[in-house]
Antibody, heavy 127, light 111 residues
């Protein structure tokens, strides 16, 4: 059974960089069949896609977060990472990592469903 | 601000049928698959419906999805107390360089 687990600091100061790790177990991140993604949810609010990456390192980010987001992968550790710079209180949220399936059954194309999710980790931005 | 619009709430009594709508546009719902997620209080979202109307293994057939043009619907028949949760639609949006968008979310209450 595939499992994903987020880890990282629960408290980050304003203007600093938020860094999270997603550890994948029960399956390989080095698969050409899937993408991997980060999604966040501010307290009491809805879900927001942050970005996704392919095992090769190709990334796709939400334009609303502009150039603050970096998503990377270490296939040798079966982990992928989120870095969000210049954080403010508006970045306080539960951050989830998840596996994304292809939106096409013929070729691997970004934009399918997220079928496995981590439990989420709350990150608070505060001084 | 989400580009997929859902009603903020829906409710029903046990056994009733509840329908949740999700309205989008030609760049997301009309041209791409739509997926639905169920989020129970304090937990991670769970995939409920994928590719418009398919159920993952383990999801009861009480849940069904449909799509027409730029809108989709999620129907819950035979409503049960454990269905009380937040429900989100989602789709890839082809505008700009592409973005995965979630709906605004609907809180389902079992009366």
């Amino acid at each position: 059974q595939l499992q994903l687990q987020e880890s990282g600091p629960g408290l980050v100061k304003p203007s600093e960089t938020l860094s999270l790790t997603c550890t994948v177990s029960g399956g390989s991140i080095n698969s050409s069949d899937y993408y991997w993604g980060w999604i966040r949810q501010p307290p009491g609010k809805g879900l927001e896609w942050i970005g996704s990456l392919y095992y090769s390192g190709s990334t796709y980010n939400n334009p609303s977060l502009k150039s603050r987001v970096t998503i990377s992968v270490d296939t040798s550790k079966n982990q992928f990472y989120l870095s969000l710079s210049s954080v403010t209180a508006a970045d306080t949220a539960v951050y989830f990592c998840a596996r994304m399936r292809s939106s096409s059954m013929i070729v691997v194309v970004i934009g399918g469903d997220f079928d496995y999710w981590g439990q989420g980790t709350l990150v608070t931005v505060s001084s | 601000q989400s580009v997929l619009t859902q009603p903020p709430s829906a409710s029903g009594t046990p056994g009733q049928r509840v329908t949740i709508s999700c309205s989008g546009s030609s760049s997301n719902i009309e041209s791409n698959y739509v997926h639905w997620y169920q989020q129970l209080p304090g937990t991670a979202p769970k995939l409920l419906i994928y590719r418009n109307n398919l159920r993952p293994s383990g999801v009861p057939d009480r849940f069904s999805g449909s799509k027409s043009g730029t809108s989709v619907s999620l129907a819950i028949s035979g409503l049960r107390s454990e269905d009380e949760a937040d429900y989100y639609c989602a789709a890839w949006d082809d505008s700009l360089s592409g973005v995965y968008v979630f709906g605004t979310g609907t809180k389902v209450t079992v009366l």
